[in-house]
Protein backbone atom coordinates (compact mmCIF):
# COMPACT_ATOMS: atom_id res chain seq x y z
CA UNK A 1 0.00 0.00 0.00
CA UNK A 2 1.48 3.43 -1.02
CA UNK A 3 2.63 5.41 2.30
CA UNK A 4 3.44 9.25 2.88
CA UNK A 5 6.59 8.76 1.12
CA UNK A 6 4.63 7.56 -1.58
CA UNK A 7 1.58 9.51 -1.78
CA UNK A 8 3.78 12.59 -1.46
CA UNK A 9 5.54 11.63 -4.35
CA UNK A 10 2.46 11.20 -6.26
CA UNK A 11 1.31 14.58 -4.88
CA UNK A 12 4.43 16.15 -6.19
CA UNK A 13 4.03 15.00 -9.67
CA UNK A 14 0.39 15.90 -9.79
CA UNK A 15 0.41 19.42 -8.67
CA UNK A 16 2.04 20.85 -11.81
CA UNK A 17 0.04 18.59 -14.33
CA UNK A 18 -3.99 18.73 -12.81
CA UNK A 19 -3.87 21.94 -10.31
CA UNK A 20 -5.70 24.72 -12.61
CA UNK A 21 -6.72 22.50 -15.06
CA UNK A 22 -10.49 21.50 -15.97
CA UNK A 23 -11.89 17.86 -15.33
CA UNK A 24 -12.79 17.46 -19.26
CA UNK A 25 -14.26 13.53 -18.19
CA UNK A 26 -14.30 11.28 -15.77
CA UNK A 27 -14.82 8.09 -17.05
CA UNK A 28 -15.21 5.02 -15.05
CA UNK A 29 -14.10 1.48 -16.16
CA UNK A 30 -15.55 -0.62 -13.13
CA UNK A 31 -18.63 -0.21 -11.95
CA UNK A 32 -16.96 -0.29 -8.09
CA UNK A 33 -14.82 1.86 -8.23
CA UNK A 34 -17.29 4.89 -7.09
CA UNK A 35 -18.68 4.50 -3.64
CA UNK A 36 -20.48 7.16 -3.59
CA UNK A 37 -23.47 8.37 -5.22
CA UNK A 38 -24.78 11.84 -4.42
CA UNK A 39 -23.07 14.08 -5.96
CA UNK A 40 -23.00 11.86 -9.16
CA UNK A 41 -19.70 11.10 -10.44
CA UNK A 42 -20.54 13.41 -13.69
CA UNK A 43 -20.98 16.46 -11.22
CA UNK A 44 -16.98 16.81 -11.42
CA UNK A 45 -16.45 17.33 -15.09
CA UNK A 46 -16.11 20.97 -16.57
CA UNK A 47 -15.01 22.08 -12.65
CA UNK A 48 -11.54 23.15 -12.27
CA UNK A 49 -9.19 21.24 -10.01
CA UNK A 50 -8.07 23.44 -7.34
CA UNK A 51 -5.77 22.08 -5.19
CA UNK A 52 -4.56 18.33 -3.93
CA UNK A 53 -3.90 17.21 -0.80
CA UNK A 54 -3.25 14.18 1.46
CA UNK A 55 -5.55 12.94 3.89
CA UNK A 56 -4.25 10.12 5.86
CA UNK A 57 -3.00 7.55 3.05
CA UNK A 58 -5.77 9.33 0.81
CA UNK A 59 -5.44 11.26 -1.86
CA UNK A 60 -7.93 14.24 -1.75
CA UNK A 61 -8.71 16.24 -5.18
CA UNK A 62 -10.06 20.20 -4.40
CA UNK A 63 -12.42 20.82 -7.20
CA UNK A 64 -14.53 24.11 -7.46
CA UNK A 65 -18.16 23.98 -6.80
CA UNK A 66 -17.16 22.97 -3.06
CA UNK A 67 -16.44 19.43 -4.63
CA UNK A 68 -13.59 16.43 -3.23
CA UNK A 69 -12.71 13.46 -4.77
CA UNK A 70 -11.21 11.26 -2.04
CA UNK A 71 -9.04 8.65 -4.01
CA UNK A 72 -7.60 5.43 -1.86
CA UNK A 73 -5.43 3.49 -3.77
CA UNK A 74 -5.17 0.82 -1.10
CA UNK A 75 -2.64 -1.79 -1.93
CA UNK A 76 -2.76 -2.87 -5.62
CA UNK A 77 -4.23 0.84 -6.39
CA UNK A 78 -1.49 2.58 -8.64
CA UNK A 79 -1.32 5.98 -11.08
CA UNK A 80 -0.06 6.45 -14.15
CA UNK A 81 -0.05 9.73 -16.30
CA UNK A 82 -0.74 9.27 -20.38
CA UNK A 83 -2.01 11.29 -23.06
CA UNK A 84 -4.89 12.98 -24.05
CA UNK A 85 -7.68 10.41 -23.89
CA UNK A 86 -5.62 7.64 -23.53
CA UNK A 87 -7.77 3.99 -23.39
CA UNK A 88 -8.44 2.39 -19.78
CA UNK A 89 -5.97 -0.33 -20.06
CA UNK A 90 -7.94 -3.70 -19.68
CA UNK A 91 -9.20 -5.33 -16.66
CA UNK A 92 -6.95 -3.19 -14.38
CA UNK A 93 -7.95 0.48 -15.28
CA UNK A 94 -10.68 1.25 -13.36
CA UNK A 95 -11.11 4.79 -13.86
CA UNK A 96 -9.40 7.62 -15.90
CA UNK A 97 -9.96 11.55 -15.08
CA UNK A 98 -9.25 13.89 -18.68
CA UNK A 99 -7.38 16.75 -18.66
CA UNK A 100 -6.24 19.10 -21.44
CA UNK A 101 -2.61 18.08 -20.78
CA UNK A 102 -3.16 14.52 -20.27
CA UNK A 103 -5.12 11.63 -18.69
CA UNK A 104 -4.84 10.44 -15.18
CA UNK A 105 -5.26 7.06 -14.94
CA UNK A 106 -5.99 4.68 -11.96
CA UNK A 107 -5.40 0.89 -12.18
CA UNK A 108 -5.26 -1.50 -9.72
CA UNK A 109 -3.36 -5.06 -10.08
CA UNK A 110 -5.24 -8.46 -9.07
CA UNK A 111 -8.89 -9.30 -8.65
CA UNK A 112 -9.80 -7.74 -5.35
CA UNK A 113 -10.82 -4.44 -6.47
CA UNK A 114 -10.17 -2.33 -3.17
CA UNK A 115 -9.25 1.01 -4.67
CA UNK A 116 -12.02 3.40 -4.10
CA UNK A 117 -12.91 7.02 -5.33
CA UNK A 118 -15.55 9.06 -3.16
CA UNK A 119 -17.14 12.32 -4.27
CA UNK A 120 -18.36 14.32 -1.34
CA UNK A 121 -19.61 18.14 -0.84
CA UNK A 122 -18.07 20.10 1.18
CA UNK A 123 -14.88 20.18 3.63
CA UNK A 124 -16.84 18.95 6.28
CA UNK A 125 -17.48 16.10 4.55
CA UNK A 126 -13.56 15.19 4.84
CA UNK A 127 -14.31 14.45 8.66
CA UNK A 128 -15.86 10.77 7.90
CA UNK A 129 -12.07 9.49 5.84
CA UNK A 130 -10.36 10.93 8.52
CA UNK A 131 -9.13 8.09 11.19
CA UNK A 132 -7.32 11.07 13.48
CA UNK A 133 -3.98 9.45 13.00
CA UNK A 134 -1.75 12.34 14.08
CA UNK A 135 0.34 13.57 11.33
CA UNK A 136 4.04 12.70 12.22
CA UNK A 137 5.70 15.17 10.37
CA UNK A 138 3.68 17.95 11.78
CA UNK A 139 4.14 17.58 15.74
CA UNK A 140 6.80 17.39 18.39
CA UNK A 141 8.24 14.97 20.62
CA UNK A 142 5.83 15.34 23.45
CA UNK A 143 2.40 15.18 21.25
CA UNK A 144 3.71 12.19 19.71
CA UNK A 145 4.57 10.58 23.09
CA UNK A 146 0.87 11.29 24.50
CA UNK A 147 -0.60 9.80 21.19
CA UNK A 148 1.88 6.18 21.46
CA UNK A 149 0.69 6.04 25.14
CA UNK A 150 -3.32 6.08 24.61
CA UNK A 151 -3.33 2.30 24.55
CA UNK A 152 -0.54 -0.54 25.00
CA UNK A 153 0.62 -2.02 21.47
CA UNK A 154 3.17 -3.89 19.71
CA UNK A 155 5.68 -0.92 18.22
CA UNK A 156 4.90 -2.60 14.75
CA UNK A 157 1.06 -2.44 16.05
CA UNK A 158 1.22 1.39 17.02
CA UNK A 159 3.21 2.75 13.62
CA UNK A 160 0.97 1.11 11.72
CA UNK A 161 -2.71 2.03 13.33
CA UNK A 162 -4.46 4.74 11.07
CA UNK A 163 -5.98 6.09 14.31
CA UNK A 164 -2.53 6.69 16.23
CA UNK A 165 -0.30 7.56 13.53
CA UNK A 166 -1.37 8.89 9.79
CA UNK A 167 0.25 7.39 6.73
CA UNK A 168 2.91 4.62 7.98
CA UNK A 169 2.17 1.64 6.80
CA UNK A 170 3.72 -2.36 6.32
CA UNK A 171 7.09 -1.07 4.90
CA UNK A 172 8.22 2.09 6.61
CA UNK A 173 7.60 0.84 9.90
CA UNK A 174 10.05 -1.30 9.66
CA UNK A 175 12.70 0.81 7.87
CA UNK A 176 11.69 3.00 11.11
CA UNK A 177 11.92 0.54 13.64
CA UNK A 178 15.36 -0.85 12.02
CA UNK A 179 16.92 2.94 12.46
CA UNK A 180 15.69 3.14 15.86
CA UNK A 181 17.13 -0.24 17.16
CA UNK A 182 13.80 -1.47 18.43
CA UNK A 183 11.88 -4.56 18.55
CA UNK A 184 8.60 -4.71 16.57
CA UNK A 185 7.04 -6.60 19.06
CA UNK A 186 8.18 -4.11 22.06
CA UNK A 187 4.84 -2.56 23.96
CA UNK A 188 4.89 0.69 23.74
CA UNK A 189 4.27 1.19 27.56
CA UNK A 190 7.45 -0.26 28.11
CA UNK A 191 9.74 2.31 26.24
CA UNK A 192 12.07 3.96 27.92
CA UNK A 193 12.84 7.64 27.34
CA UNK A 194 15.90 7.17 25.27
CA UNK A 195 13.96 4.90 23.10
CA UNK A 196 11.15 7.00 23.14
CA UNK A 197 13.30 10.12 21.65
CA UNK A 198 15.14 7.21 19.23
CA UNK A 199 11.57 6.24 17.96
CA UNK A 200 10.29 9.58 17.03
CA UNK A 201 13.63 10.81 15.56
CA UNK A 202 13.55 7.45 13.02
CA UNK A 203 10.14 8.53 12.26
CA UNK A 204 10.90 11.94 11.41
CA UNK A 205 14.37 10.84 9.45
CA UNK A 206 12.98 7.61 7.94
CA UNK A 207 10.17 9.50 6.17
CA UNK A 208 11.54 12.47 5.30
CA UNK A 209 14.65 10.74 3.82
CA UNK A 210 12.49 8.72 1.78
CA UNK A 211 9.90 11.15 0.36
CA UNK A 212 12.95 13.22 -0.94
CA UNK A 213 14.96 10.38 -2.24
CA UNK A 214 11.98 9.30 -4.31
CA UNK A 215 11.27 12.59 -5.73
CA UNK A 216 14.92 12.98 -6.61
CA UNK A 217 14.91 9.38 -8.41
CA UNK A 218 11.76 10.35 -10.57
CA UNK A 219 12.71 13.62 -11.07
CA UNK A 220 10.39 15.42 -13.70
CA UNK A 221 8.59 12.48 -14.79
CA UNK A 222 5.26 10.93 -13.48
CA UNK A 223 5.94 8.26 -11.10
CA UNK A 224 5.60 4.74 -12.81
CA UNK A 225 6.98 2.43 -10.22
CA UNK A 226 5.39 3.00 -6.46
CA UNK A 227 6.27 0.08 -5.22
CA UNK A 228 6.84 -0.77 -0.93
CA UNK A 229 10.66 -2.63 -2.15
CA UNK A 230 13.19 -0.35 -2.47
CA UNK A 231 16.59 -1.83 -3.11
CA UNK A 232 18.55 0.59 -1.03
CA UNK A 233 15.75 0.13 2.14
CA UNK A 234 17.55 -1.85 5.00
CA UNK A 235 15.01 -4.93 5.89
CA UNK A 236 11.58 -4.08 4.60
CA UNK A 237 11.54 -7.15 1.65
CA UNK A 238 14.75 -8.01 2.77
CA UNK A 239 14.16 -11.52 4.43
CA UNK A 240 17.44 -13.57 4.93
CA UNK A 241 19.39 -11.40 3.12
CA UNK A 242 22.41 -9.40 5.55
CA UNK A 243 21.72 -6.25 7.89
CA UNK A 244 23.54 -3.54 6.19
CA UNK A 245 24.76 -2.47 9.32
CA UNK A 246 25.65 -5.71 10.91
CA UNK A 247 25.46 -8.28 8.44
CA UNK A 248 22.98 -10.83 9.99
CA UNK A 249 20.47 -12.29 7.99
CA UNK A 250 17.07 -10.50 8.19
CA UNK A 251 14.64 -12.03 10.08
CA UNK A 252 10.76 -11.61 9.49
CA UNK A 253 7.32 -12.37 11.22
CA UNK A 254 4.48 -13.41 8.95
CA UNK A 255 1.36 -12.80 9.85
CA UNK A 256 -2.62 -12.04 7.87
CA UNK A 257 -1.32 -10.70 4.58
CA UNK A 258 1.36 -8.52 6.16
CA UNK A 259 4.89 -9.15 7.83
CA UNK A 260 7.56 -7.40 9.90
CA UNK A 261 10.93 -7.22 8.97
CA UNK A 262 13.56 -7.20 11.17
CA UNK A 263 17.62 -7.60 12.64
CA UNK A 264 17.66 -9.89 15.19
CA UNK A 265 21.12 -8.01 16.02
CA UNK A 266 20.54 -5.09 16.34
CA UNK A 267 16.75 -4.73 17.56
CA UNK A 268 16.19 -7.79 19.28
CA UNK A 269 19.26 -8.02 20.90
CA UNK A 270 19.52 -11.95 19.00
CA UNK A 271 16.35 -12.97 19.74
CA UNK A 272 14.36 -14.39 17.17
CA UNK A 273 10.66 -13.42 17.49
CA UNK A 274 8.33 -16.21 17.10
CA UNK A 275 6.54 -16.63 13.45
CA UNK A 276 3.62 -18.03 15.03
CA UNK A 277 2.69 -20.69 12.14
CA UNK A 278 6.21 -21.79 12.59
CA UNK A 279 6.38 -21.95 16.14
CA UNK A 280 3.34 -23.93 16.14
CA UNK A 281 4.62 -26.35 13.63
CA UNK A 282 8.01 -26.61 15.54
CA UNK A 283 6.99 -26.62 19.12
CA UNK A 284 10.05 -26.52 21.78
CA UNK A 285 12.20 -27.00 18.87
CA UNK A 286 12.06 -23.30 17.90
CA UNK A 287 15.29 -21.76 18.14
CA UNK A 288 15.39 -18.75 20.69
CA UNK A 289 18.26 -17.01 19.15
CA UNK A 290 20.03 -16.13 16.26
CA UNK A 291 23.10 -18.16 17.43
CA UNK A 292 21.05 -21.11 18.08
CA UNK A 293 19.38 -21.25 14.53
CA UNK A 294 23.01 -20.58 12.86
CA UNK A 295 24.33 -23.43 14.95
CA UNK A 296 21.39 -25.67 13.97
CA UNK A 297 22.30 -25.16 10.26
CA UNK A 298 26.34 -25.25 10.45
CA UNK A 299 25.40 -29.17 12.15
CA UNK A 300 22.98 -29.86 9.63
CA UNK A 301 25.32 -29.44 7.33
CA UNK A 302 28.13 -31.74 8.54
Same mark, same amino acid.
Given at each position: MPELPDLELYLHALRPRVVGQTIQRLRIGSPFIVRTFEPPASAVE?? *? *? $??????? &?????? /????? !? +?????????? +???????????? &????? =? #??????? #??????? %???????????? /?? =????????? @?????????? !? =???? !?????? +? &????????? @????????????????????? &???? %?????????????????????????? =? $??GDRFPEKVTAFHPEMAVHGKYGKPCPVCGSAIQRIVYARNEANYCSRCQTGGKLLSDRALSRLLGRDWPKSLEEMENRRRRAKQ
Open positions: GR *V *V $QAVGRLG &KRLVFE /IDGDL !F +LVLHLMIAGR +LRWREPGAPLPG &KMGLA =A #LDFQPGT #LILTEAG %SRREASIHIVRS /IG =ALDDFDAGG @LEVLETDLQT !F =ARRL !FVENHT +L &KRALTDPHI @LSGIGNAYSDEILHAAQLSPM &KLTA %SLTNDELERLFHAVLETLVTWTERLR =A $QA
